[in-house]
Nanobody, 119 residues
Framework: QVQLVESGGGLVQPGGSLRLSCAAS????????MGWYRQAPGKERELVAT???????DYVDSVKGRFTVSRDNAKNTAYLQMNSLKPEDTAVYYC?????????????WGPGTQVTVSS
């Protein structure tokens, strides 16, 4: 059984930083694309950043220059370094991963971690 778990969320003041982690566990043969999404109250879930197995990244315009996505393939973990945080970054942040196991290849989601940016 494969699981994804996010961590690192919390309350931070505007201009502050947080680093989110997304760890995959279970019987994993390989992980392809990994992504970070967020959902603010009353809004649809939006894609924030992606990283493929080769390390190529992409970002939504609103976080470019402030957020950095990375991954440690040996640890089956992705990270989202968030700097210069703004109140509009407040949301539940989710990660997902395209994972190949012994029998199937499936996209898994974590339960999410709350990020609140407020003074």
């Amino acid at each position: 059984q494969v699981q994804l778990v996010e961590s690192g969320g919390g309350l931070v003041q505007p201009g502050g930083s947080l680093r989110l982690s997304c760890a995959a566990s279970g019987t994993i043969f390989s992980i392809n694309d990994m992504g970070w999404y967020r959902q603010a109250p009353g809004k649809e879930r939006e894609l924030v950043a992606t990283i493929n197995s080769g390390g190529s990244t992409d970002y939504v315009d609103s976080v470019k220059g402030r957020f950095t996505v990375s991954r440690d393939n040996a640890k089956n973990t992705a990270y989202l370094q968030m700097n210069s945080l703004k109140p509009e970054d407040t949301a539940v942040y989710y990660c997902n991963a395209d994972i190949r196991g012994p029998y199937v290849r499936t996209v898994y989601w974590g339960p999410g971690t709350q990020v609140t940016v407020s003074s």
